[in-house]
């Protein structure tokens, strides 16, 4: 049980404990099979990501490799499960509708939560038939404050699990053909100015799900986020505990620097990948969260594939804060 004692300074509420929380991040499962796209669906740039498919992303991307990633994952009861994007290949409907179906088997809405990658918006698909059916996995659950609302696009939302929340952001838009950009709209980032503030003056251990690396120099040009040397300006000046992202396709860990400490920066790779070496192979992180002697400390083990065709096993563990 949660027991805390009245403010030390303004806005400042200080946690003697907590439950321990622990969180799964799951991204870039790039669900397979792909179904087979009509001659009218393949336009434009679809037709050459089926044709890079079909050259060498069919045989990356494990159906059997992910279910196994899954299995584990459930196996160890995380109390959320945090998606973090391209969930499908080509952002066909039928794929965001058996991407819905993938989310319904790792659990329901309220213990998921979901970010859109570039790949769910390959080309532009109407919401409804698009990411619009991932919606309940994107909902806010941070009741009614303004000061917590999410922008127009409905991010970022913000999800709470008593003094963990969860801050979704939305990266993905259609780019040219060998693009794979992302963009945090205005609306987002003055959003998020208001967000991390107010998550962090009752001291909540906040964690930013996001796809493109949020940091500058994490990835080339053309598959970068646009606004990635502002996103980090406010990581640093507002602060965020944990910060976790997906589309390198790499397990990586940055830390940055922030005024009360730093914020780790956690990349991770597809949960499907079945080829490269370990830092390449399908993966997904366990964070576990507590608060103790007077701060938040958290630890990630690392679970996945360490030789292609091998079994799912303990890669790392390792303390990130505390
Ligand atoms: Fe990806």
Redesign the pocket.
Known sequence: MKITIKPSRPGLQLILSTPMFTLAHLT?P?LAPLPSPRPRELAGKRLLGYLNWLRSRKAIHSARVLDAIVKDMLSRSPDHIAVG??LVNLSLPREFSDARAWLETLGPPDEVSVVP???DAYVHVERREGIGQWKAYMRTHAGRSKKLAAGPNGFPYVRRFGDIALIGLSTAIPTPPFAAWGRLDGDQLDALQRILPTLGEEALFRIVLIHHPPLLGLTKWRRSLREAAHLQELLVSLGAELVLY??N?VQAINVLPERSGTVPVIGAP?ASSCRGGTNRLARYNLFRIWFEHGRWRCEMTGRGLRTPGGPVCELEKRLLTG
């Open positions: 870039d790039h994007g391209d990658g570039n790949h997906g589309h396709h597809s």
